[in-house]
């Protein structure tokens, strides 16, 4: 633990994130944990812990288990679905495969509202994902709530040990974020540790005694992310950072003043490359996405070597990898870092050692600390834009006319998007080169120009995505600026297909 807290132990629940996310908005440090790895974890600055939902039936062999030891510690402990029927298994209970699984909305009836129930009403929406369910509380626990399916939809031995057979952390658990509030604060008594003004100074002494006089080096992308994690460096080692940024000719139209601006702002060192004729001669006819992608990969990383290479030698590399990113995989559990899309492989290759400081953050807290940096919020919101940049959104070959189209609809449709209030509300919106010409009349005479997919979609994280229901006179002020503005553009066409089947980006 980087901090006092919530000790939050993943079973392989597809919420367990979640759950540390509920318990970071209540303004409390939550570390996510796999569950064999508790007592490397367990220490007194856990002021609670949280056992999360899991795919598994606490009654086969081999299901992942915590020893009851746990359960005798004296700390606050609430057992989430796999998770409470975990510990009803511990101390004694019964769990057995029930006949038809609940899944979806329930109501709750509350039987004993305190002290995890306090504040809220006696008949509650919850939401259920369970096949297994407790048939016996252990020895000494009470009824707390149930369900009509589930007779043992929350149970409890106060003052320590509080289970739910529901979800708290999905938002359709009405009062999910109270349960959650009546845990850490009243229950554990954990203070509120985590924000910006707490954890910052803290993560910045952190930095500087990981890199002590050591030099270290950062890529900027233009993103969020990597702009966080230099603004934060800068803070703990000054002018011993540098950051490179490359120029693809891959970016949006404003990429690199936005990166220029910023290294200004903050008085970084930044390295431009220009490399626009390097990346577009290397793409030269290639149609396949995947090729462009290991393309574009594989010119990053020699780029960034050879301006590396002269700038002398480094001792860490700076990564803005996120706490998502750093993904527990199935089965073992083991934590495997995703690497750097762009960069993967150089570190070890130039000997360098990770600095990745924001590993302990989700991407709304990444947001709120930029801010505390100092860094303008208007940068901090942009939309997320794919690594491989632009090359992903032109369907063929990408040329510099598509590309400078791109460029130009990609700017218009951002511009239009902010005039119109709707900007904030969208995950991602871009326009798509699709390849393919159509007729038009402009002016009176014939025009064979290009057709432009414009895709504009609502996400919580890529994961699903579903497309934004634009009003017919928004899309109508979309289409007549990107034909009037952009000559070459003949017709736009929107794209109305979610994610699944679709993905996000067209390739
Ligand atoms: P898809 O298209 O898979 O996109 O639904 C999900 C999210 O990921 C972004 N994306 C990428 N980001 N390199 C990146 O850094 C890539 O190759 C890449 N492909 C997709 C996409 O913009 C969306 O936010």
Redesign the pocket.
């Given at each position: 633990m980087i901090a006092e807290g919530i000790l939050v132990l993943d079973f392989g629940g597809q919420y367990a994130h979640l759950i540390g996310r509920r318990v970071r908005e209540l303004g409390v440090y939550a570390e996510v944990v796999p569950y064999h790895r508790w007592h490397e974890a367990i220490n007194p600055d856990v002021k609670g812990v949280i056992l999360s939902g899991g795919p598994r039936s606490v009654y086969e062999d081999q299901a992942p288990k915590v020893p009851t030891e746990l359960f005798q510690m004296g700390k606050p402990i609430l057992g989430i679905c796999y998770g409470a029927q975990l510990m009803a298994e511990a101390l004694g209970g019964r769990v057995e495969k029930g006949s038809a699984g609940e899944y979806g909305q329930a109501e709750l009836l509350v039987k004993q509202p305190y002290p995890l129930f306090a504040g809220t009403p006696s008949r509650q929406r919850v939401w259920m994902s369970h096949g297994d369910l407790v048939v016996a509380a252990p020895p000494g626990f009470e009824r707390a709530g149930s369900t009509q399916n589930c007779p043992w939809a929350a149970f409890q031995k106060p003052p320590y040990l509080f289970a739910v057979q529901f979800h708290p952390e999905v938002v359709h658990s009405e009062y999910g974020k109270q349960i959650f509030a009546n845990f850490v604060l009243s229950i554990c008594k954990a203070n509120k540790n985590w924000t910006a003004e707490d954890y910052g100074p803290r993560l910045i002494a952190q930095i500087q005694e990981q890199v002590g006089s050591g030099r270290v080096l950062g890529a900027l992308s233009g993103g969020v992310d990597s702009a966080v994690a230099a603004a934060l460096t800068l803070r703990a080692v000054g002018s011993r950072l540098t950051c490179i940024y490359v120029d693809t000719g891959l970016q949006r139209l404003d990429d690199l003043s936005h990166v220029e601006q910023l290294a200004e702002q903050l008085g970084l060192d930044l390295r431009i490359v220009q490399a626009q004729d390097r990346f577009l001669s290397a793409l030269s006819g290639i149609v396949d996405p995947e090729q462009k992608?290991k393309i574009i990969g594989a010119t990053f990383i020699e780029t960034f070597e050879q301006a590396a290479g002269s700038l002398g030698a480094f001792d860490y590399f700076l990564q803005g990898t996120l706490y998502p990113d750093v993904v527990e995989s199935g089965g073992g559990l083991t934590a495997i870092i995703k690497s750097h899309?762009?960069v993967g492989g150089l570190p070890e290759k130039m000997g360098w050692r990770l600095l990745e400081p924001l590993r302990w953050f989700y991407k709304d807290e990444v947001r709120e600390f930029g801010s505390w940096l100092g860094i303008d919020r208007e940068f901090l919101m942009r939309?997320?834009?794919?690594?491989?940049g632009l090359a992903?959104r032109i369907i063929g070959p990408v040329t510099e006319e598509a590309l400078s189209i791109e460029r130009r609809a990609h700017a218009l449709l951002d511009q239009i998007l902010m005039e119109e209030g709707v900007y904030y509300d969208v995950?991602?919106a871009?326009p798509v080169f699709t390849g393919i010409k159509s007729v038009a009349v402009k002016g009176d005479a014939r025009h064979y120009g290009w057709v432009l997919a414009v895709r504009i979609v609502q996400?919580q994280d890529?994961?699903t995505?579903d497309w934004y229901r634009a009003s017919p006179e928004l899309l109508e002020r979309i289409a007549s600026a990107l034909t009037a503005q952009i000559p070459e553009i003949s017709r736009v066409v929107y794209d109305i297909t979610t994610?699944p089947p679709?993905?996000?980006?067209?390739?």
């Amino acid at each position: 633990m980087i901090a006092e807290g919530i000790l939050v132990l993943d079973f392989g629940g597809q919420y367990a994130h979640l759950i540390g996310r509920r318990v970071r908005e209540l303004g409390v440090y939550a570390e996510v944990v796999p569950y064999h790895r508790w007592h490397e974890a367990i220490n007194p600055d856990v002021k609670g812990v949280i056992l999360s939902g899991g795919p598994r039936s606490v009654y086969e062999d081999q299901a992942p288990k915590v020893p009851t030891e746990l359960f005798q510690m004296g700390k606050p402990i609430l057992g989430i679905c796999y998770g409470a029927q975990l510990m009803a298994e511990a101390l004694g209970g019964r769990v057995e495969k029930g006949s038809a699984g609940e899944y979806g909305q329930a109501e709750l009836l509350v039987k004993q509202p305190y002290p995890l129930f306090a504040g809220t009403p006696s008949r509650q929406r919850v939401w259920m994902s369970h096949g297994d369910l407790v048939v016996a509380a252990p020895p000494g626990f009470e009824r707390a709530g149930s369900t009509q399916n589930c007779p043992w939809a929350a149970f409890q031995k106060p003052p320590y040990l509080f289970a739910v057979q529901f979800h708290p952390e999905v938002v359709h658990s009405e009062y999910g974020k109270q349960i959650f509030a009546n845990f850490v604060l009243s229950i554990c008594k954990a203070n509120k540790n985590w924000t910006a003004e707490d954890y910052g100074p803290r993560l910045i002494a952190q930095i500087q005694e990981q890199v002590g006089s050591g030099r270290v080096l950062g890529a900027l992308s233009g993103g969020v992310d990597s702009a966080v994690a230099a603004a934060l460096t800068l803070r703990a080692v000054g002018s011993r950072l540098t950051c490179i940024y490359v120029d693809t000719g891959l970016q949006r139209l404003d990429d690199l003043s936005h990166v220029e601006q910023l290294a200004e702002q903050l008085g970084l060192d930044l390295r431009i490359v220009q490399a626009q004729d390097r990346f577009l001669s290397a793409l030269s006819g290639i149609v396949d996405p995947e090729q462009k992608r290991k393309i574009i990969g594989a010119t990053f990383i020699e780029t960034f070597e050879q301006a590396a290479g002269s700038l002398g030698a480094f001792d860490y590399f700076l990564q803005g990898t996120l706490y998502p990113d750093v993904v527990e995989s199935g089965g073992g559990l083991t934590a495997i870092i995703k690497s750097h899309h762009n960069v993967g492989g150089l570190p070890e290759k130039m000997g360098w050692r990770l600095l990745e400081p924001l590993r302990w953050f989700y991407k709304d807290e990444v947001r709120e600390f930029g801010s505390w940096l100092g860094i303008d919020r208007e940068f901090l919101m942009r939309h997320p834009f794919p690594g491989p940049g632009l090359a992903v959104r032109i369907i063929g070959p990408v040329t510099e006319e598509a590309l400078s189209i791109e460029r130009r609809a990609h700017a218009l449709l951002d511009q239009i998007l902010m005039e119109e209030g709707v900007y904030y509300d969208v995950w991602q919106a871009f326009p798509v080169f699709t390849g393919i010409k159509s007729v038009a009349v402009k002016g009176d005479a014939r025009h064979y120009g290009w057709v432009l997919a414009v895709r504009i979609v609502q996400s919580q994280d890529a994961m699903t995505a579903d497309w934004y229901r634009a009003s017919p006179e928004l899309l109508e002020r979309i289409a007549s600026a990107l034909t009037a503005q952009i000559p070459e553009i003949s017709r736009v066409v929107y794209d109305i297909t979610t994610k699944p089947p679709a993905t996000i980006e067209w390739e």
